[in-house]
């Protein structure tokens, strides 16, 4: 299932989310400039961690071993990776902004991707194999969405062999079976988390909608459930 749009406007203008996004293509540009040295950069800026615990071990205060932490999280492995995350981020992002204000949305889109790397590392701690990509952060974004706007329609293309089909479904049964599935297929991983070969990391994807479930309670406005009632007006009256 691939969501196509929503049907909830944002009350404001999303500044902080279009940041994000442009922000992470902009990283993606440092990725084509990197050239043959691609592979460096992951590297460098994508979290590891077999890395980080060696280095966390040594010396936990060594600021250098957390900022990967953080630069892994705007770093993709090529194009459709980028938008696929983008396009999540498009549609879900700007509602969540709305009913938390751009300040607490940025500081909890990070700290969601900050939640995410460290349970794909717990699920794996010895391995080596870099971890990139914002969607960690991203599902903590549909986590608040799922609380937040649970009977938003989502409007979804179904593919069924070689036909495309689109139907709308309620947010709560999109987003709740996107992460049943992250769940499933993370339990399926287990067993190969760590090898040479890399994969998705459902197991980011699962801490991070976690975390955006359980933080949306201290992240949203306290007037968040006016916006929503000036939303349905707005959308009755067209």
């Not at 590297?43 to 953080?70: C, D, H, Q, T, Y």
């Not at 194999?129 to 979804?156: D, E, K, M, N």
């Not at 495309?164 to 399926?188: C, D, R, V």
């Not at 990391?201 to 968040?224: K, P, Y």
Request: proline share 4%; charged share 10%; hydrophobic share 55%.
């Amino acid at each position: 299932m691939f969501p196509l749009k929503d049907d909830i406007p944002s009350n404001t203008f999303p500044v902080v989310n279009i940041g994000l996004i442009a922000v992470n293509f902009l990283f993606f540009l440092m990725e084509l400039e990197a050239g043959q040295d691609f592979e460096r950069l992951v590297f460098a800026l994508g979290f590891v961690p077999g890395r980080f615990m060696s280095g966390f071990a040594e010396n936990w205060l060594n600021i250098k071993i957390f900022l990967p932490v953080f630069s892994s999280m705007f770093l993709h492995g090529g194009i459709l990776h980028l938008v696929s995350n983008m396009w999540m981020l498009w549609i879900f992002g700007d509602n969540v902004e709305d009913c938390m204000g751009h300040g607490r949305y940025l500081f909890f889109y990070l700290l969601c991707g900050v939640i995410s790397v460290f349970a794909q590392a717990a699920a794996g701690p010895g391995s080596q194999v870099p971890l990139i990509g914002a969607s960690g952060a991203i599902s903590g974004v549909l986590g608040a969405y799922f609380l937040t706007y649970p009977r938003a329609r989502v409007l979804t293309l179904i593919p069924i062999f070689i036909l495309f089909y689109t139907i709308e479904l309620p947010a709560y049964f999109f987003l709740g079976f996107w992460f049943f599935m992250q769940f499933l297929q993370g339990s399926a991983s287990l067993a190969t988390i760590g090898n040479a070969q890399g994969g998705i990391a459902f197991w980011a994807h699962v801490g991070g909608f976690g975390a955006g479930v359980l933080l949306i309670h201290l992240f949203r406005r306290t007037d968040w459930q006016k916006t929503i009632q000036r939303k349905s007006v707005r959308l009755t009256r067209i």
